[in-house]
């Protein structure tokens, strides 16, 4: 799996993604870790097939005993099924989830990690450094959902909002926004059920300073293509699948 | 390879667990015709009056065994059931540390590769002391068992017993020696059910021991 320091300033943030070990027909997902002098956080961490893979991949920047919390944005199997293999490494860490899913994810572990349910109206936690902010994305897609704010990083970690479906080996960030709003408008049309909860989002991100949207699937945006993602988020209908 | 032996193992288990909660349902369902039996038996012999004052002593040890067989299944499939959930856990176990190896192995160049030892030891303590468990509880469940045949043990001799006592219940003779000799027929059945149950933990006991990690 390819590892990629995003940011790196008295702790980093590291994307984990295309696993060239991934069998075919699962859906690839990008993974993050925040690695602090004092802890360190997996955003996503993904699901059992990418397990191994991702854990590899983190055992060359940060002992696995270091590994403090994990966060899981809503309950999918692409974002936590990995739960119940994590754990048995990690018999201190705190899972920080929505409460809405807690009971779900239980399913995949609830042996040694203890939970931290986030309220529906987000939350903050402290990493080190690191001051995160849980900013709520309900029904963008799952009914209980948060994205990441780091405002010290200026990065939005968005989940499933800013995923893309595209062939394997795909850059980490977008060169070209309109090449990439293709890529992006079906999944968005089908797996977003609700305007009013894309509205709302868009509003409350509106406010925040960020260099570096990243979500859950495909690619990284940078600079102004943040921008450019939120406009175009805004005037796409979703929920489509409504006869 | 090995590791696919131990998956088989616990499909054994699983198997063997679901076949003893199978073989005890029938056993009960004997158990409970044999409580039936002995309720009308009772009504015979009551109306037999005198004759059949032998006999009453039988119908209340059988009524007594049935009720005995009948908490024994209960418990005995409860622990049935324990046995499953714990060789899933183990399974559960078993995945994790192919997992944790196979990282071992392709993170050979990773700096902090060493930090995941620690837990991969604490994955094989746990799956020995499951498996000393597991074996413990087979065993338990395999005198639970003893008990079943035990309590069933003194209806082969009373039999013989009742069946003496029907024969000088005068008019009512021939309905007490029908019941006599279901009595002798159920015992056996339940006796071969539990056998075939022991004989089936055995062998999946068998197959654990030769189990290594
Ligand atoms: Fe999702
Ligand atoms: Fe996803």
């Known amino acids: 799996m390819k590892a990629t320091k995003i940011f790196d300033n008295k702790y980093q943030w590291y994307v984990f993604a295309r696993d060239p070990e991934k069998k075919e027909g699962i859906i690839d997902t990008n993974q993050y870790m925040i690695k602090t002098d004092s802890g360190t956080m997996l955003l996503d961490p993904g699901g059992i097939e990418v397990f191994a893979s991702m854990l590899t991949a983190v055992l060359h920047y940060v002992n696995v005993d270091e590994i403090t919390d994990l966060f899981a944005s809503h309950q999918d199997p692409d974002i936590i099924s990995s739960l119940g293999l994590w754990e048995e490494a990690l018999p201190h860490a705190k899972l920080h989830t929505p409460w809405l899913w807690e009971g779900f994810i239980r399913h995949f572990g609830s042996k040694n990690i203890s939970f931290a349910p986030i309220a529906d109206e987000g939350g903050t936690v402290d990493l080190g ?9 309900h029904y963008l897609h799952a009914s209980g959902n948060f994205h990441v704010y780091d405002e010290n990083a200026r990065i939005l970690f968005s989940g499933d909002v800013g995923a893309a479906l595209e062939p394997e080996g795909a850059p980490m960030y977008v060169e070209d926004f309109n090449e990439h709003a293709e890529k992006m408008r079906l999944f968005h049309q089908r797996w977003m059920p609700s305007n009013r909860a894309k509205q709302d989002w868009i509003n409350r991100v509106r406010s925040l300073d960020i260099d570096i949207m990243a979500p859950q699937h495909g690619r990284l945006f940078k600079g102004d293509d943040v921008k450019r993602f939120l406009d175009w988020f805004e005037k796409l209908d979703v929920g489509i699948a409504i006869a | 390879m090995l590791a696919k ?3 088989n193992s616990t499909e054994s288990i699983l198997i063997t667990a679901a076949t003893v909660t199978a073989e005890l349902s029938k056993v009960r369902n004997i158990a409970k015709e044999m409580s039936i039996a002995v309720m009308n038996a009772k009504a015979i012999s009551h109306r037999a009056g005198e004759v059949a004052l032998g006999f009453r002593p039988i119908t209340d040890f059988i009524d007594e065994m049935a009720q005995d067989v009948m908490q024994l299944v209960i418990k005995i499939s409860r622990e049935a059931f324990q046995l499953s959930q714990m060789a899933i856990e183990r ?10 190896r196979r990282v071992l192995e392709n993170a050979q160049d990773a700096p902090y590769v060493d930090s995941l030892k620690p837990a991969v030891e604490r994955i094989q303590k746990q799956y020995r002391e499951y498996q000393e468990i597991l074996q413990k509880n087979i065993v338990r469940l395999s005198l639970l068992l003893d008990d079943i045949q035990s309590s069933t043990k003194g209806s082969q001799v009373l039999s013989t017993t009742s069946r003496v006592e029907a024969s000088q ?7 007490l020696v029908v019941v006599a ?22 062998n999946v006991l068998e197959i654990i021991k030769r189990e290594k990690l």
Request: charged share 20%; no cysteine.
């Open chain 2, 169 to 175: 219940a005068g008019s009512f003779s021939s309905s």
């Open chain 2, 91 to 100: 399974t559960h176990l078993l995945n994790t540390e192919q997992q944790y």
């Open chain 2, 5 to 7: 032996t131990k998956v």
């Open chain 2, 181 to 202: 000799e279901n009595l002798e027929q159920a015992t056996d059945k339940i006796r071969a059910h539990v056998k075939s149950s022991q004989n089936k933990l055995d």
């Open chain 1, 129 to 137: 450094e690191a001051h995160l902010q849980f900013i709520p994305a």
